[in-house]
T-cell receptor, first 113, second 117 residues
Framework: IAGITQAPTSQILAAGRRMTLRCTQDMRHNAMYWYRQDLGLGLRLIHYSNTAGTTGKGEVPDGYSVSRANTDDFPLTLASAVPSQTSVYFC????????????FGEGSRLTVL | TQLLEQSPQFLSIQEGENLTVYCNSSSVFSSLQWYRQEPGEGPVLLVTVVTGGEVKKLKRLTFQFGDARKDSSLHITAAQPGDTGLYLCAGVPPRVNYGGATNKLIFGTGTLLAVQP
């Protein structure tokens, strides 16, 4: 089934550790996004990429980095995790320039102790 | 910063009741989307409204975009347990505000709906 695959599904991490959340899509969408979801705050954009080789900062980029080496993959890295980064992380994609549907992965639940 | 406020934040109702969820902002959006998210899954698009005053129906769900394109509502008639989930509105900012980069949706705070059998 076409769509977005995120890994891991869930992870518990000690503060200070480095962590990479993986995201792969097979829809050949140019634009990809990383959101974090926290109760009462909705979905907040961390980083985005309009096309392979380009990235941009969203609303809450501090403490996170991304790369976009190719169309399909968009990993999110926490260089040194802190407890405030405990959240559910969603990767999403859609066609560049489109104001249409965002396709989301199933999320990665991260707990930083 | 453009904000989208949703109300109510939580709603628990009995099967068969009607309800309305509101999505409000002080800013204008070029279009607005509604998503539903079920536990353990990502949000899934329900509808996109584009024109001020537009009304769209999806079975028992009715979506309306405000005339000034600053607000939207979702009305569910005769709610069913299958309607349970988190409802999120998301606005597309006007192109002029972002120098052309209008690909960044602004999400609302969400409404968690529980429909009891």
């Amino acid at each position: 089934i076409a769509g977005i695959t995120q890994a891991p599904t869930s992870q518990i991490l000690a503060a200070g550790r480095r962590m990479t959340l993986r995201c792969t899509q097979d829809m050949r969408h140019n634009a990809m996004y990383w959101y974090r979801q926290d109760l009462g705050l909705g979905l907040r954009l961390i980083h985005y990429s309009n096309t392979a080789g380009t990235t941009g900062k969203g609303e809450v980029p501090d403490g996170y980095s991304v790369s976009r080496a190719n169309t399909d993959d968009f990993p999110l890295t926490l260089a040194s995790a802190v407890p405030s980064q405990t959240s559910v992380y969603f990767c999403a994609s859609r066609e560049t320039g489109s104001t249409g549907e965002l396709f989301f992965g199933e999320g990665s639940r991260l707990t930083v102790l | 910063t453009q904000l989208l406020e949703q109300s109510p934040q939580f709603l628990s109702i009995q099967e068969g009741e009607n309800l309305t969820v509101y999505c409000n902002s002080s800013s204008v959006f070029s279009s607005l989307q509604w998503y539903r998210q079920e536990p353990g899954e990502g949000p899934v698009l329900l509808v996109t409204v584009v024109t001020g005053g537009e009304v769209k129906k999806l079975k028992r769900l009715t979506f309306q975009f405000g005339d000034a394109r600053k607000d939207s509502s979702l009305h569910i008639t005769a709610a069913q347990p299958g309607d349970t989930g988190l409802y999120l509105c998301a606005g597309v900012p006007p192109r002029v505000n972002y120098g052309g980069a209008t690909n960044k949706l602004i999400f609302g705070t969400g409404t968690l709906l529980a429909v009891q059998p």
